[in-house]
């Protein structure tokens, strides 16, 4: 089975290698050919004997509407009669009532294009490239009192675990690991990918990097023995992969994404593929089924790191499943209650349960934004397909956002919260164990409740601010100012989150305890940071955009994500790096040639120029 696999991978490899530098070199060409800017409207108003004559370039029906809508909130012309004027308030107050005839007359619907260019966020095929094989072997010994080490480090640190895939009950499998009884011990599979997940993280950080000086704890040894540890779970997988079993399923993966945290993106796939159909031949994606909710919240966890796959892919929606075929029939899992202190529960009993909510209802939240996020991305490829027909793209935008604004008022009052400080530890402790062998290296982590509920309620801002980007970059134009009040408000909106996912990171970054920051949602802030950018007649946006993508190579490479290299940060990173620098070139270059355009709209120059 590994023979064929290895076969397979090669295949796959190869292909992926030709696949991807084709990729760069048509995205090279499409970004130029989306690049290109264009005449930017201007006018020249002369006053004659007959009154004032304007003459004005413009490229598009969209700029032409943009310049006489300006005209319409700069000049007054008074109404030659009584009834002439009662008739335009009349037809005024008719215009009012018709909400969508004047989003269509006044709409800048030009620059949906960011879901699949390089400059927006569709870059999953460079990005995943493989930089090297996956070995066959590795030269690291795996004991037992390690296994056991890493067993227990992964369920005392859920900011390193839990809070990524949060599909093991840590407190029901330890004590199943630590059960006498061989019957009821988790499978080997499952223990060592368990222990791969751990090494990567848990103990990069927590361990490893609290070494002293001259043992080198800046070296990536996590890494190593998370790659020792897949390889022994991919042997013994390749022994059980025809033999599904809840454990089989949720052993594939996570090794599935150990090996994207390990930089062999191109492994995923298969183990994803082994784990969606384990869990279909468990019936867990039956209609009918009643799965208890660590069943529900595996299927679920598949569903949303295929979705994001496929975001990255824009890939178009095949199937009335929508862009992922891993989506469950079954509802997300409920959330949790608020554990409430009692005297019958311990302090440590009323902590770990108060994790338990904050990671299980930050995970709810998230596939609930995934879902939106789906919907939105199918809509917007739809459009991109069908721009000469498709007539509702903004009003179901328009639904989509209030959608979006109705699940964030109905979060609890505490998740509503604005971005505040968080660290997940704050510092780590190591508390001493009553046992006369416990050692400060096998003592246990407690974790500070409250920095990593704030960390969770900013995982989650941190996610609605990239579907608030999704649903309102499509109503801000590139390359000139927004004049309309739907493209004005959603700058406004768009540059909101992209402020605040900007903000998040930096406490994250800062605080040196961030075990787990999403690089990610700087693609989608970078989004709104560029067309500022391209707002070169006004010094206050085109700021604005600078700073912000500055910001976001300068945060990136100072994260943890980025020294250590989760979740394949150093690749997006450099991607995002070489982006930003390309567009700041460009901005430069146009800027010195830049023709008069439109002003900035006075009632909007309250937006801070400041990220």
């Known amino acids: 089975m590994n023979k064929v696999m290895d076969q397979w991978q090669d295949s796959i490899d190869r292909m992926a290698k030709d696949f991807a530098q084709k990729t760069r070199d048509f995205s090279v060409k499409a970004n130029n050919s989306l690049k290109i800017k264009s005449a930017q409207t201007s006018w020249k108003i002369t006053a004659t004997h007959k009154g004032i004559s304007v003459e004005s370039n413009v490229n598009s029906f969209n700029d032409f509407s943009a310049l006489v809508d300006q005209f319409k ?19 005024q107050d ?98 060592y990918a368990i222990c791969a997940m751990a090494a990567r993280n848990a103990f990069q950080l927590h361990v490893w990097t609290k070494r002293s ?15 020792a540890y897949c390889l022994r779970g991919r042997e013994l997988l390749s022994e059980c992969f025809d033999e599904p079993t809840l454990e089989h399923c949720q052993a594939a993966f996570l090794l599935s994404y150990c090996n994207y945290q390990n930089g062999f993106p191109g492994v995923i796939y298969i183990y994803e593929w082994i784990a969606f159909n384990m869990a279909q031949e468990l019936g867990l994606y039956q209609p009918n089924r009643q799965l208890s909710r660590h069943e529900a919240m595996l299927i679920w966890c598949i569903y949303y790191c295929n979705a994001w796959y496929r975001t990255l892919q824009r890939a178009e929606s095949n199937s009335s499943s929508g862009i992922s075929q891993c989506k469950p029939s079954c509802p997300v899992p409920d959330p949790l209650p608020k554990p409430e202190s009692t005297g019958n529960t311990s302090s440590q009993q009323h902590d770990q349960a108060m994790v338990e909510y904050y990671v299980w209802n930050a995970w709810v939240y998230l596939i609930h934004l995934q879902v939106l996020r789906e919907e939105s991305m199918v809509r917007l490829v739809a459009y991109q397909q069908n721009k000469t027909t498709d007539t509702t793209l903004v009003q179901d935008l328009i639904k989509m956002q209030d959608v979006l604004r109705t699940f964030r008022q109905n979060l609890p009052s505490e998740w509503q919260k604005e971005m505040t400080s968080t660290s997940c530890y704050s510092p780590l402790s190591v508390h001493s164990d009553t046992s006369s062998s416990q050692t400060e290296e096998s003592g246990r982590y407690c974790i500070d409740l409250p920095s990593f509920s704030r960390y969770c309620i900013n995982f989650v801002s941190l996610h609605h601010s990239i579907n608030e980007i999704i649903l309102s970059q499509v109503f801000v134009p590139m390359d000139r100012v927004p004049c309309t009040s739907i493209s004005i408000q959603n700058l406004q909106a768009s540059l909101n989150a992209a402020n605040n996912i900007t903000q998040i990171f930096e406490i994250m970054v800062q605080q040196k305890e961030g075990c787990h920051i999403p690089l990610i949602g700087f693609l989608f802030a970078n989004i709104i940071y560029r067309k500022l950018l391209s707002y070169t007649a006004d010094e206050i946006y085109y700021d604005t955009g600078k700073i912000g993508l500055l910001r976001s190579v300068e945060i990136s490479k100072a994260s943890i994500s980025y020294v250590y290299d989760f979740e394949l940060s150093r690749s997006l990173v450099h991607l995002m790096e070489q982006d930003v620098q390309y567009a700041l070139s460009k901005r430069r270059t146009s800027a010195e040639t830049s023709p008069s355009s439109i002003p900035s709209p006075a009632n909007y120059m309250s937006i801070s120029p400041g990220c």
């Open 73 to 91: 909130r700069s000049l007054f012309i008074s109404p030659k009669d009584k009834y002439q004027n009662n008739n335009i308030n009349s037809k």
């Open 94 to 191: 008719n215009r009012n009532t018709d909400v969508s005839s004047v989003i269509d007359s006044n709409l800048e619907l030009d620059d949906a294009s960011s879901i699949h260019t390089t400059s927006g966020f569709a870059i999953w095929s460079q990005w995943s490239h493989p930089t090297h094989a996956l070995p066959k072997d590795y030269p690291i010994d795996i004991s037992q009192e390690l296994t056991d080490n890493l067993i227990e480090l992964y369920c005392q640190t859920p900011c390193c675990s839990s809070i990524r895939l949060p599909i093991i009950d840590t407190a029901e499998f330890l004590a199943r690991y630590k059960s006498s009884d061989p019957t009821k011990r988790p499978a080997t599979v499952l223990v």
């Open 213 to 227: 000086s001259f043992e080198a704890p800046q070296y990536n040894m996590g890494k190593a023995l998370s790659v």
